[in-house]
């Protein structure tokens, strides 16, 4: 039911947002992540930094620069000279000292054919070299001479696979003195993505050669590990639209919104600085040469550059109407505090009784947003609706939670719904609920992700920020083989370590748990596997992206093979790495393109750091008279507080000790006043080592402690924090007054007295947080 209130909510916002539709806004209301670039086949145009823009007073125009500029796409490309090989080699020469390295041209079959890439290409210029080691050599094919127009773009498409970067490689270099001297333009072994046999496409920035005639050469030559730079074996490499290609210029293009426009500079002369105005575009200005843009709202816009020459001498061209955009309807989309998931449900865990962030992740660029929420009140039916792109609210009961978000514009609306799970501590995963596990074989290079003969040497799996500081007891590994016949295999040290997050892949060690091979936990019941805990010993806290790592697999031979598991193979979401030659890389860049995606079976153990004051709104500041004294100020702390507690004055302190449980007594200590002073002011703060909890205190000569009296205008429990007897003032009377625990549980029903009072035996009570309401008002009580 409560569900179902919830989707009647946001089906009621949807259709509101659709009849007002907002008016056309010339700005966007929001900063989004850019869709793909409009031209997938297109060039990237190079961009080039540039430390600001240059302060000059004001110039003539200028007659030494000129300003130009153009929109890099198919419809602005001017073709001088392209070769798709579809009828042999044309022109282009081998120069070759070895017969084992043929060039050809060759119509490849199954996913090698170009035909995948462009449909009806007939051939495609293929080179391999020979297979045996000591039969490596070095060959070349040179092409014609051609004249490098203006601002010129050299794109081609060039198959292999990264697996035989050590054997052997393919170099482009460009030469204007016949190959006297020459320039290289692309290396094979400097590339990085998908390790497997692909077609890549390339671009070059040919502008440096501008009005020029050229040669291009393709050089078949040694890997990485050819040490010497004797020849390169094994791979083979496949060519095809080889495109020399000049900009024009465009006088509209049509996009829609999100869609990346590249800025093509074409001034003439010694440019030394560069100035674009781009209203409505994100971003609105650069400085840099060849800027990329997008457009979030819909519209008509205009261009301008600005160059400038070294003696401040400007130059500007503007071209009015140039950028039409077209906005679609928004496609809502909630993104979680926190995205991993706690285990028993698989549900993305957030923090309860502490303030968590929902984010809009909607594409469309919606320029409404309405979120909705339950249990965030005292009052578990009652749902909670915030405006804006972000939404922070504080769970007051724990379990699962229904979360909606509706988001509109001028073209429409759209409504998305999730669920989250509120619990203080856990484990906690990346598998989402319709994931299986397993392994990949590789056949005689071993397990994945486990003992392999590749030179991986650790497997990392990548956690995102939790919702709120979490503490890292540990992590379980799901480990389904340990099997070792050597002694030494079998006292191989197996790490599990926390790394912190830089620049998305692991960076610092945090701690660390190792076990020997033979100690790991193995299932003896085919089907099932079990989880090996390795608990931290500093069980550091952690507030951002987060690795757990695993390491100290032994080779994989035949006697020895160590494994653990990870997701069925899916095709998105990915969040496993693996450290291969000592480099960090996506577990998505070595597979094969597709289902390529996955995540491995680690859980890590994981505690919220949740604090939060327990007394009532009228006593969040504790007053004291002139004569000072002492009072308890009931807390809420899931990982208990450190001592002392930190005070910013010498006449206020906290005495005691911690009580070990969550819910606990801060003794509030105060001087007297000293003479002629009327007022003041100080605060402790407690704290569990990733969170803190200010308590205020104000002393003057007026205040005094006073008892409860029966003439309440709200309602007040009394004593706050009680053992067995608890009294509630201020309810309705004859209404019924209710206990419930933050869970939501039933503990006691009652009717309110003619005084609105009730008197409750809480005897049975358990020990922590409870709500007396009487469905119209609530507070909040400690049983202890």
């Known amino acids: 039911m409560k569900t179902a209130k919830l989707f009647h909510y946001l089906l009621g916002t949807v259709v509101a947002m659709g009849v007002s539709a907002p008016g056309h806004a010339e700005t966007a209301s929001r900063a989004a992540a850019p869709r793909q670039a409009l031209f997938t086949k297109a060039p990237a145009a190079p961009v080039e930094s540039f430390a600001g823009v240059v302060k000059a007073p004001r110039a003539a125009e200028s007659t030494s620069v000129k300003a130009d500029f153009t929109i890099s796409g198919v419809e602005s490309l001017v073709t001088a000279y392209k070769e798709s090989f579809d009828n042999g080699i044309n022109g282009w020469s081998v120069e070759s000292a070895s017969t084992d390295i043929t060039w050809t041209t060759k119509n490849l079959s199954g996913d090698k054919s170009f035909s995948t890439v462009e449909e009806g290409d007939a051939a495609s210029l293929y080179v391999e070299g020979p297979y045996q080691a000591y039969k490596r050599a070095i060959s070349s094919l040179t092409s014609p001479e051609v004249e490098v127009p203006a601002s010129g773009i050299l794109s081609l498409y060039v198959g292999y696979s990264l697996n035989y970067n050590d054997m052997a490689s393919l170099v482009l270099s460009v030469s204007t003195d016949g190959f006297e001297t020459s320039t290289e333009l692309w290396n094979s072994t400097t590339q990085s993505g998908e390790k497997p046999w692909a077609w890549r496409y390339i671009t070059v920035d040919m502008a440096a050669f501008a009005g020029q005639n050229v040669q291009f050469r393709f050089t078949y030559g040694p890997g990485t590990a050819d040490t010497f730079g004797t020849g390169g074996y094994m791979a083979d490499f496949a060519v095809d639209a080889f495109t020399l290609s000049g900009q024009a210029a465009i006088e509209n293009i049509s996009v829609m919104t999100g869609d990346v426009i590249n800025l093509v500079n074409l001034s003439e002369g010694e440019v030394a600085s560069y100035s674009w105005s781009m209203p409505g575009a994100v971003p609105a200005t650069s400085t840099e040469a060849n800027p990329s843009v997008y457009y979030t709202t819909d519209g008509t816009y205009d261009i301008s550059l600005t160059v400038t020459d070294a003696s401040g001498a400007t130059s500007t061209k503007t071209c009015a109407g140039l950028v039409t955009v077209t906005g679609t309807e928004p496609v809502a989309k909630i993104i979680p505090p926190a995205t991993f998931r706690l285990t028993t449900n698989r549900l993305p865990l957030v923090a309860p009784m502490a303030p968590v962030t929902f984010r ?193 697999l032994p080779e994989y031979t035949e006697t020895c093979c160590v494994s653990f598991a990870k997701a069925k193979f899916r095709s998105e979401g990915n969040t496993a790495y693996m450290l291969k030659d000592g480099q960090w890389i996506s577990c998505e860049d070595y597979f094969p393109a597709g289902a390529n995606h996955t995540s491995f079976m680690i859980y890590p153990s994981v505690a919220h750091s949740v604090m939060s004051s327990l007394a009532d709104e009228d006593h969040q500041v504790v007053k004291f008279g002139s004569q000072g004294g002492t009072v308890d100020y009931p807390i809420f702390s899931y990982l208990g507080y450190n001592t002392p507690v930190e005070s910013d004055s010498e006449w206020l302190r906290a005495t005691g000790t911690p009580n070990n449980m969550t819910v606990d007594d801060i003794h509030v200590e105060c001087d007297p006043m000293p003479a002629g002073v009327t007022h003041r002011t100080g605060k402790l703060t407690v704290t569990d080592g990733a969170s803190s909890l200010d308590i205020l205190v104000e002393q003057s000569g007026s205040s005094s402690i006073t008892n409860v009296a029966l003439e309440v205008s709200k309602p007040v429990a009394f004593p706050s924090q009680f053992t067995d007897v608890v009294r509630v003032y201020g309810l309705n009377a004859g209404t019924v007054a209710s206990a419930y625990t933050v869970s939501g549980t039933l503990l006691w029903q009652g009717t309110v007295s003619a005084e609105g009072m009730v008197e409750i035996n809480a005897d049975s009570f358990p020990c922590g947080v409870v709500l007396f309401t009487d469905g119209s008002s609530t507070v909040k009580a400690i049983k202890k």
């Open 360 to 552: 809009d992740g909607s594409s469309g660029f919606p320029t409404e947003h309405e979120w909705a929420f339950m249990h965030v009140t005292s009052d578990p039916d009652e749902v909670t609706t915030i405006s804006g792109e972000e939404a922070v609210v504080s769970f007051a009961y724990l379990h699962d939670k229904t979360v909606g978000l509706a988001v509109g514009n001028e073209h429409g609306a759209s409504a998305d719904v999730a669920e989250v799970t509120a619990e203080y501590s856990g484990t906690v995963t990346n598998l989402r609920p319709d994931d299986s596990a397993d392994t990949f074989d590789m056949d005689d290079w071993g397990i994945f992700p486990g003992s392999n003969t590749r030179k991986i040497t650790a497997y990392a799996e990548c956690f995102s920020a939790p919702s709120v500081p979490v503490m890292i007891t540990g992590a379980y590994v799901f480990f389904n083989r340990a099997e070792a016949e050597e002694v030494v295999d079998q006292i191989a040290n197996v790490g599990v370590h926390l790394y912190t997050s830089e620049n998305g892949l692991p960076g610092k060690r945090l701690d660390s748990f190792w076990w020997s091979v033979f100690e790991l936990d193995i299932s003896s019941t085919a089907g099932e596997i079990l989880g090996t805990s390795f608990p931290f010993t500093e069980a550091p806290f952690v507030d951002d992206e987060f690795f757990i790592v695993v390491d100290g």
